[in-house]
T-cell receptor, first 114, second 109 residues
Framework: IAGITQAPTSQILAAGRRMTLRCTQD?????MYWYRQDLGLGLRLIHY???????GKGEVPDGYSVSRANTDDFPLTLASAVPSQTSVYFC?????????????FGPGTRLTVL | GQNIDQPTEMTATEGAIVQINCTYQ??????LFWYQQHAGEAPTFLSY??LDGLEEKGRFSSFLSRSKGYSYLLLKELQMKDSASYLC??????????WGAGTKLIIKP
């Protein structure tokens, strides 16, 4: 693995189903982030984690949950998917959340909720 | 509130110069980032400014004026591969990045 990987690449999901998007980084970065990107809107932060064992809510957290059991993994779960959660989801990481915060992005997951 | 403004779309000619502007309002300020995003791909880092002035990196330069809440990305000697969206992002007081919606740059031969 080099950098950040996300799985799946794309997914079509029925409304009401539970879904977990996976994110793994091998850069030993402390901070990790989940964004959604919708046409005409900027990247919007869903949840973040400044270090393993801690998480925080971003701008649009409703309907999503995260966990950070270790440094490398940061899964995003949709408990009961709704069509408004159709989006492209990007996971990102950075070395520090308290200084220069260049973020490195995974390839994204394209999610469609029907 | 926190806000980033940048033009939605710009068109330029191959070989020319283009300037993409960004204005920002954030609670606190911890640097201004520019990212490039090709269609269907992830954003990739281009530049970072935290002090006023111009940072030059090859064909790309980025400028920051903290007093005006203003930045621009300057792309010289445009190539067809520069066709992409350019995202402006400002770090707020919590070091979270606030993102603009991006400027889609179309390069014509």
């Amino acid at each position: 693995i080099a950098g950040i990987t996300q799985a799946p690449t794309s997914q079509i999901l029925a409304a009401g189903r539970r879904m977990t998007l996976r994110c793994t980084q091998d850069m030993r970065h402390n901070a990790m982030y989940w964004y959604r990107q919708d046409l005409g809107l900027g990247l919007r932060l869903i949840h973040y984690s400044n270090t393993a064992g801690t998480t925080g809510k971003g701008e649009v957290p409703d309907g999503y949950s995260v966990s950070r059991a270790n440094t490398d993994d940061f899964p995003l779960t949709l408990a009961s998917a709704v069509p408004s959660q159709t989006s492209v989801y990007f996971c990102a990481s950075s070395d520090s959340s308290e200084s220069y915060n260049e973020q490195f992005f995974g390839p994204g997951t394209r999610l469609t909720v029907l | 509130g926190q806000n980033i403004d940048q033009p939605t779309e710009m068109t330029a000619t191959e070989g020319a110069i283009v300037q993409i502007n960004c204005t920002y309002q954030t609670s606190g300020f911890n640097g201004l980032f520019w990212y490039q995003q090709h269609a269907g791909e992830a954003p990739t880092f281009l530049s970072y400014n935290v002090l006023d002035g111009l940072e030059e990196k090859g064909r790309f330069s980025s400028f920051l004026s903290r007093s005006k809440g203003y930045s621009y990305l300057l792309l010289k000697e445009l190539q067809m591969k520069d066709s992409a969206s350019y995202l402006c992002a400002a770090g707020d007081s919590n070091y979270q990045l606030i993102w603009g919606a991006g400027t889609k740059l179309i390069i014509k031969p």
